[in-house]
């Protein structure tokens, strides 16, 4: 039997931490969070859970300062994952996005600098803060010029980590990620689930802009990334930053929906209609800073991660497409395949 890679065999045993410190992480209930805290809590950490739509001791608004203040207390590093995490989202809610992701990030940084004994960060970022960068692959030297809202908050967000880890010796390290894909706790309209549940169904793939060019990573490989830096910055370790955490091979949209056809043996069509003028239209990122720096490379092709994903599909319900931090009444419509 194959063995779930989410246990991290490829870490060494000398980069877990034994001391089992306290991890915060930010949106742990999200699509990487809820992943990430599983298995830092399989390798040894103590994880404190920090989001929107959890219940209890784990529930928490990045917006609330004292909340963050709070949850970052005891912490000796912060994953931070929590904000309005996709583009269309951004456009839709501009405001919304920046008080989420600027203004919580200020939060978050506020709460660090007031610890005794500062905790490390992990930042999520996104390919987002490039815009469409040339030439391809994108390295991490790249001109920033995001194109749309949320590319834009991340990259404030970038800035004011530098800025506290220059000024005040923050251990920092900013992770870029591109589309993330595979685990259940997805939105159900985002590229990938959307396709591949179209496809189970025999429904039609709406593809928006099919020559658009994206790196799409696999869950799990991006996970065991994250883990990689958590015991590097736990060991004392100062990392380069930013660092793409991506697979760097290139997919474009029309490649993806014939793909995910292919491996689930499915009759749907595919309905091609143009690009949004807010997304970028090519990306995909060098992956060798990472692997000098974490010893890390992504491993899963994306046919297996997409063959995985078709499998666990089946009888389950992914999350809805409108998220709960956007407006009760929000009456602007939100399409499948959205990126």
């Given at each position: 039997?194959?063995?779930?890679?989410?246990?991290?065999?490829?870490?060494?045993?000398?980069?877990?931490?034994?001391?089992?410190?306290?991890?915060?992480?930010?949106?742990?209930?999200?699509?990487?969070?809820?992943?990430?805290?599983?298995?830092?809590?399989?390798n040894g950490y103590k994880v404190k859970g920090f989001d929107l739509?959890?219940?209890?001791?784990?529930?928490?608004?990045?917006?609330?300062?004292?909340?963050?203040?709070?949850?970052v207390e005891g912490c000796a590093g912060v994953v931070h994952l929590?904000?309005?995490?996709?583009?269309?989202?951004?456009?839709?809610?501009?405001?919304?996005?920046?008080?989420?992701?600027?203004?919580?990030?200020?939060?978050?940084?506020?709460?660090?600098?007031?610890?005794?004994?500062?905790?490390?960060?992990?930042?999520?970022?996104?390919?987002?803060?490039?815009?469409?960068?040339?030439?391809?692959?994108?390295?991490?030297?790249?001109?920033?010029?995001?194109?749309?809202?949320?590319?834009?908050?991340?990259?404030?967000?970038?800035?004011?980590?530098?800025?506290?880890?220059?000024?005040?010796?923050?251990?920092?390290?900013?992770?870029?990620?591109?589309?993330?894909?595979?685990?259940?706790?997805?939105?159900?309209?985002?590229?990938?689930?959307?396709?591949?549940?179209?496809?189970?169904?025999?429904?039609?793939?709406?593809?928006?802009?099919?020559?658009?060019?994206?790196?799409?990573?696999?869950?799990?490989?991006?996970?065991?990334?994250?883990?990689?830096?958590?015991?590097?910055?736990?060991?004392?370790?100062?990392?380069?930053?930013?660092?793409?955490?991506?697979?760097?091979?290139?997919?474009?949209?029309?490649?993806?929906?014939?793909?995910?056809?292919?491996?689930?043996?499915?009759?749907?069509?595919?309905?091609?209609?143009?690009?949004?003028?807010?997304?970028?239209?090519?990306?995909?990122?060098?992956?060798?800073?990472?692997?000098?720096?974490?010893?890390?490379?992504?491993?899963?092709?994306?046919?297996?991660?997409?063959?995985?994903?078709?499998?666990?599909?089946?009888?389950?319900?992914?999350?809805?497409?409108?998220?709960?931090?956007?407006?009760?009444n929000s009456v602007k419509p939100i399409t499948l395949n959205q990126?």
């Amino acid at each position: 039997m194959r063995k779930n890679r989410l246990n991290l065999p490829n870490i060494p045993s000398n980069m877990i931490s034994s001391a089992k410190k306290q991890v915060l992480v930010t949106g742990s209930g999200g699509l990487i969070g809820s992943s990430l805290c599983k298995v830092l809590l399989n390798n040894g950490y103590k994880v404190k859970g920090f989001d929107l739509n959890a219940t209890g001791d784990g529930y928490g608004d990045i917006r609330n300062r004292e909340a963050v203040l709070k949850a970052v207390e005891g912490c000796a590093g912060v994953v931070h994952l929590a904000a309005v995490s996709r583009v269309i989202y951004g456009e839709q809610f501009p405001e919304l996005c920046r008080d989420i992701n600027v203004g919580g990030m200020q939060n978050l940084l506020s709460a660090i600098g007031k610890q005794q004994e500062s905790p490390w960060l992990i930042f999520a970022s996104s390919r987002e803060v490039y815009g469409n960068a040339e030439p391809l692959p994108v390295k991490e030297s790249w001109p920033l010029q995001p194109i749309n809202t949320y590319g834009e908050t991340k990259l404030v967000s970038e800035e004011m980590i530098l800025q506290q880890s220059k000024n005040e010796g923050l251990r920092a390290v900013i992770l870029r990620f591109s589309n993330v894909f595979g685990g259940l706790n997805d939105y159900e309209d985002r590229v990938i689930p959307a396709f591949v549940n179209a496809a189970l169904h025999n429904s039609p793939l709406r593809v928006d802009g099919e020559a658009s060019t994206f790196d799409f990573t696999f869950l799990e490989d991006v996970v065991e990334g994250i883990v990689r830096c958590c015991s590097l910055l736990e060991s004392g370790k100062t990392l380069p930053s930013p660092v793409h955490l991506v697979s760097g091979v290139p997919t474009t949209l029309g490649e993806l929906a014939e793909t995910i056809l292919e491996i689930t043996g499915s009759n749907s069509p595919i309905e091609i209609t143009p690009s949004r003028n807010y997304d970028v239209g090519k990306f995909y990122g060098d992956p060798d800073e990472a692997f000098d720096a974490l010893g890390w490379r992504h491993t899963t092709p994306l046919k297996t991660g997409l063959l995985r994903l078709a499998e666990m599909l089946p009888g389950t319900r992914l999350r809805p497409g409108r998220p709960t931090y956007l407006p009760e009444n929000s009456v602007k419509p939100i399409t499948l395949n959205q990126v």
